[in-house]
Every structure is written in C-alpha cells, then in structure tokens.
C-alpha cells in the first residue's frame, strides 16, 4: 500500500550539487527515532526505510504534486567490472529523478535484502535540505528483490580502498540524467539527483586501518 506522509527530518547532507548523503535505517531505527510522536500514522512506519534529500525546490514539487514519484519506481541493479554489485532505486516526476544508490556488499543492506523478500516491507524518507520529510512506501514487490540476495557479498580484506574508489566512481555516473532509463513512458530523463547510501563496514575497516576514529 501506497502511503504518504511528512515527517521531522533532523539535518541536511549535501554532499555537492544533486548529490546527498543519506541513511538506510532499520525498522527498530525508525521505531526509535518516531518514538515520541503520537500521530497512529507512525506506528506504520516501522520498516526499513531509505532516507534522503532532494533540493528545496524539488522538494516543494513532489508536495505540491502529491509526490506522484511514489508511483513511477524503477529498480535498477548492476555488477561492476570489479564483481561489486549495486541497487538504484529510481522515482521519478516529469522529466526529474531521484535516485538511491545502494552498495549490497554491506552487511545491512544484505539485512534489509533478505527481510525484505519475506515481508516486502520498504519504505523511504525524502526531506528537501530541511526538516520536513515526504515518507512512502515502494511499490516494488519482494519477488522482484528477490535477484539481488543472489548479487549480495562481502568486500575482501585488503580491497577497501579500490571498492571505495569505485564507489565514488559509480556514484558520479549515476548523477548524469542518462544513467537509469525514464520511468515514465515517452518522457526523456532531463535532470537527476542522488541520494548516496555509503559503504558503512568499507569505510569503518579503512578508519580502523589508519587510525581514524569513527
């Protein structure tokens, strides 16, 4: 079921034009971090949810269009040269994109695979560089997850730092328009913004190899 909502969005994370760092949090993070609001709509919430920032502007379009992208999905997963497998999750209004883009060599995202295969349960969060928040439900089923639990690994001790490399890498092709095919029929893709999922265990074992405090 489709389900629209704002919420209270903490902080903003651009990270350069059109593109933002966002957050994959579990259905215990959301329970958490809701846990003080009082509206039934929020005991709804509790699944895994991607969050993530679009533009002001942006942002004031999906509101005022009643966030028609909730409806025009695109999963989109690719393995890099290197045997790095990545998920696009792609909204979309006009000739506008959104795009999530997830690593599945993370342990978390491979959590979130396979519950989401028994349960279907996947939300998203998308606030406009403020703090309120446009809150969904995708509309992909769990069978269609189903092919990335295959594409899901582990990133080898000692390779962090190319995969880190290639993330950024990808991270830029994803940003240009052309990347992902338009969601909506006889509509070119003119503009495109990312919401950049990062590899959380790559960069915390890079962090412990330097001395990096997390």
């Known amino acids: 079921m489709k389900q629209q909502t704002t919420e209270d969005n903490e902080t903003s994370f651009r990270i350069?034009?059109?593109v933002y760092l966002g957050v994959l949090m579990t259905p215990d993070e959301v329970a958490r971090a809701t846990a003080d609001r009082d509206h039934p709509v929020y005991g709804s919430l509790h699944r895994w949810t991607l969050c993530g920032d679009v533009s002001p502007a942006a942002f004031d379009l999906l509101q005022a269009l009643h966030n028609p992208a909730a409806v025009n999905e695109?999963?989109?997963a690719f393995s890099s040269p290197?045997?790095?497998?990545?998920v696009v999750l792609t909204h979309q209004v006009s000739s506008y994109q959104h795009r999530y883009f997830v690593p599945l060599y993370d342990s978390k995202v491979r959590n979130c695979i396979e519950d989401i295969t028994r349960n279907g349960a996947l939300g998203y969060s998308l606030a406009g560089e403020s703090h309120q928040a446009l809150v969904?439900?995708?509309c992909i089923g769990a069978r269609d997850f189903v092919p990335l639990k295959a594409m899901c690994g582990a990133?080898?001790?000692g390779e962090e730092e190319p995969v880190l490399e290639e993330y950024s890498r990808l991270l830029a092709e994803v940003r240009h328009p052309a990347r992902i095919p338009s969601?909506?029929?006889g509509v070119t893709v003119r503009y495109a913004s990312v919401t950049a999922i990062p590899p959380a265990e790559v960069m915390a074992q890079l962090a412990r190899?330097?001395?990096v405090r997390e």
């Not at 290197?82 to 990545?86: D, K, L, M, N, W």
């Open 155 to 157: 990133v080898p001790e």
């Open 209 to 211: 190899r330097y001395g």
């Open 136 to 138: 969904w439900s995708s």
């Open 74 to 76: 695109r999963l989109t």
């Open 183 to 185: 969601v909506v029929e």
């Open 16 to 18: 350069a034009p059109g």
């Open 82 to 86: 290197a045997g790095h497998s990545y």
